[in-house]
């Protein structure tokens, strides 16, 4: 009997090690689901707001940033406004935009086009974004709380002539983005606000358009027709402990919801996302909360009830073995026989096991290297592109050095035809002698070896280096000048190098080209505004380069693009966009350095941090 009571001991006590073993598992691989679909959901918000964002964008250049609109504003003609847009408006409308109203310089509005009737109120207190952007004329988006519900806002600065004259904010409604989600996606997604933004901001005739937050007490929600349907999910206790737990992190979460449909024991899985959303001003914590079907969930519950009645099954069977084994063991070693069948059966069953294991291991290590393949191919195609921009932007270069190399061999070409011609009329008038013609020979050499230096000078500019190596800057920025005298002559361009040279260690060939496209763009800036004595200056102060120019600077409204990839303010055929952006990659990325543009009273600054 003492043998029965050990037995039953060892069994409970093996039933429970297993269970919770069981359960640790599937506990990893529901924590591992969880955090997946967290990722996902965080990525499909971003997806809508791009959306959004280029829907925004293509609004603002197609319907708003036009000459017409534009006079309009500066003559502070609200009617004409309006009239120019009211039929563009209601096509908007159509497309989900929630407000299009415009602001003049001092936050005062100017006019809204969803109600004309009302404007000249000061938005300085009221509207962070309009604040922001008319004082330091610059986009900003973002979600901001209104006085009558929040919206995803996009605010454009507005300018004519160089002119700032205002700002033009182009919004969504939370609804909308809401609605996209649940369009897309086919997840039920609600919006959370705090309650004292909630109470400082919106306007006590319009707080109808909330409701108290069943998931948190210091929030309210949107109402929504159908929230109601769900309410009863959040009864339970261990959900407001897993909302109370992830508001303090102040980041992302996910959780488990096991729903229970109805008199039946079918049970409904959910996954519960909570996505913190940072108001515009950078002070407050909002919420989109997702509720998604995951039969991911249901399956690992299917599966671990499984696995316990089969892991339970067997643990019993080897305890009533166990027991049989201790009663019977003296008829046991009498039947070696059939103990050996039985021994073989076990071995067998433990053997199958093992080879599961073996099986589910060498599937996790496949997945792993077919993980590693994935991200590998990712880099490789991230580096081939970064290639190919890069010989985008070495050929563009070499246009350019064509036309320096045309430059160069004009004047030397001119005096070996002088020459040549000066040849002929000396023989016929029998001035040639053995002198004269070792002079011409020398002078002629002199002349040829000036332009085999020349091209030498560019084939070194297109070497590709392959190796870093320690460079002289200074002596490096005055090749790229030598090599663009002749154009720099020209244009009647003034060149000066100011500051004590130093070396870096990187590919020289990549700084000369950076070199190569600054200087480029302000003799093309010379041009195209016809500047009076144009000067490019270089300043040399330790690991600092500053490229100045006396060109009028970049407006205003174009300064935060110059650096984007195929972005140029040239006529279609006469730039690729590429120089700059294909600069900030060499001295950012290849470098380490930085590469960034200030403008100045005369013009425009480059600095480039080594």
Do not use: C
Not at 429 to 434: D, L
Not at 524 to 539: A, G, L, Q
């Amino acid at each position: 009997m003492k043998v029965l009571f050990t037995l039953i001991f060892l069994f409970l006590a093996s039933e429970f090690i297993l269970l919770s073993q069981i359960e640790n598992f599937l506990g990893v691989k529901k924590e591992i689901i969880l955090q997946n679909h967290k990722s996902t959901v965080t990525n499909e918000f971003k997806v809508i707001v791009n959306i959004l964002k280029d829907l925004s964008q293509n609004t603002f250049r197609g319907f708003i940033n036009k000459p017409a609109i534009l006079k309009a504003i500066e003559q502070k003609n609200r009617e004409k406004l309006y009239k120019l847009l009211k039929k563009d408006y209601s096509y908007l409308k159509q497309l989900g935009f929630m407000q299009v109203h415009f602001h003049l310089p001092n936050n005062n509005s100017f006019l809204r086009m969803h109600q004309p009737h009302k404007y000249g109120d000061d938005l300085t207190n009221a509207r962070y974004s309009v604040a922001f952007t008319n004082k330091y004329k610059r986009f900003i988006e973002g979600l901001e709380s209104g006085r009558v519900v929040p919206g995803y806002r996009f605010v454009y600065p507005l300018f004519l002539n160089n002119k700032h004259i205002g700002s033009v904010e182009l919004s969504f409604s939370i609804n909308k983005i809401v609605n996209e989600i649940e369009k897309v996606y086919k997840t039920h997604t609600h919006f959370l606000i705090n309650k004292k933004v909630f109470s400082q901001k919106v306007f006590e005739e319009f707080q109808h358009f909330y409701m108290s937050s069943i998931e948190h007490p210091d929030y309210v929600k949107l109402n929504r027709k159908y929230l109601n349907r769900i309410e009863t999910w959040y009864t339970d206790q261990s959900y407001k402990n897993a909302v109370e737990d992830g508001l303090l992190t102040k980041q992302p979460f996910s959780f488990e919801l096991d729903i229970m449909h109805g008199n039946n024991s079918k049970h409904k899985h959910k996954v519960v996302t909570f996505l913190p959303i940072m108001n515009i001003e950078k002070t407050d914590l909002s919420y989109f909360v997702f509720y998604s079907d995951s039969k991911d969930l249901q399956f690992i519950e299917e599966e671990e009830l499984i696995a316990k009645i089969i892991g339970s099954i067997i643990l019993l069977l080897i305890f009533v073995v166990a027991f049989v084994f201790y009663q019977h063991r003296e008829s046991i070693i009498k039947s070696k026989n059939t103990l050996q069948i039985f021994n073989d059966t076990l071995e067998k069953n433990v053997a199958n096991k093992t080879k599961q294991l073996n099986e589910l291991n060498q599937h996790l290590e496949e997945i792993n290297r077919n993980l590693e393949l994935k991200i590998e191919q990712e880099v490789s195609n991230n580096r081939e592109k970064d290639i190919q921009l890069f010989l985008q932007s070495k050929k563009a270069s070499m246009g350019e050095m064509v036309g320096a190399i045309a430059h160069q061999w004009r004047q030397p070409l001119n005096e070996l035809a002088i020459r040549i011609q000066k040849l002929k009329y000396d023989y016929i008038h029998e001035n040639i002698s053995e002198e004269y013609l070792d002079n011409f020979i020398q002078t002629n050499k002199k002349t040829i070896n000036f332009m085999s230096q020349t091209v030498d000078g560019f084939r070194n500019f297109f070497r590709i280096d392959k190796e870093k190596t320690d460079f002289p800057v200074k002596a490096t920025m005055e090749e790229v000048i030598l090599m663009l005298n002749a154009q720099l002559e020209h244009f009647s361009i003034e060149t000066r190098i100011i500051g004590t040279d130093f070396t870096h260690y990187g590919f020289k060939t990549e700084f000369q080209q950076v070199i190569l496209n600054i200087i480029n763009n302000a003799k093309d800036t010379f041009v195209e505004n016809s500047t009076d004595k144009p000067t490019i200056t270089f300043v040399i102060r330790n690991n600092h380069i500053i490229i100045s120019d006396n060109g009028g600077g970049v407006p205003l409204r174009i300064e935060y693009k110059i650096f984007d990839p195929y972005f140029t303010t040239k006529e279609e055929g006469k730039g690729t966009g590429m120089g700059l952006y294909m600069s900030k990659i060499i001295i950012e990325d290849n470098m380490k350095g930085k590469l960034y543009l200030e403008n100045t009273k005369s013009g425009a600054s480059f600095h480039i941090e080594l």
